[in-house]
Nanobody, 121 residues
Framework: VQLQASGGGLVQAGGSLRLSCAASGQTLSSYVMGWFRQAPGKEREFVAVINWSGDSTYYADSVKGRFTVSRDNAKNTVYLQMNSLKPEDTAVYYC???????????????WGQGTQVTVSS
């Protein structure tokens, strides 16, 4: 499956962005979808994951209550709504597909190319 992330940009602290991850090649409903991020000089970290049907989600503590992951299997697309953004959310955000519900990037087989999110203070 090929993944294409989009929707990143520059936003002021307190603002919002919605990232999208469009899939092609295979139906997205076969996969658990995760979002990860990597800030400069830091390791890639888990952000959120959503199960196959979209009725179960998990979040990193750092984004809980501010970010919402959702999916539209009919459109083969996953979303990450990010509200109340903070400068520490600045990173390249990646979507990824897995057969398993996991917060470990090692469990994800397919990755999008990443989209830059920059939050200014």
């Amino acid at each position: 499956v090929q993944l294409q992330a989009s929707g990143g940009g520059l936003v002021q602290a307190g603002g919002s962005l919605r990232l999208s991850c469009a899939a092609s090649g295979q139906t997205l409903s076969s996969y658990v979808m995760g979002w990860f991020r990597q800030a400069p000089g830091k390791e890639r970290e888990f952000v959120a994951v959503i199960n196959w049907s979209g009725d179960s989600t998990y979040y990193a503590d750092s984004v809980k209550g501010r970010f919402t992951v959702s999916r539209d299997n009919a459109k083969n697309t996953v979303y990450l709504q990010m509200n109340s953004l903070k400068p520490e959310d600045t990173a390249v955000y990646y979507c990824a597909a897995s057969r398993y519900i996991s917060n470990s990037d090692a469990r994800y087989d397919y990755w999008g190319q990443g989209t830059q999110v920059t939050v200014s203070s």
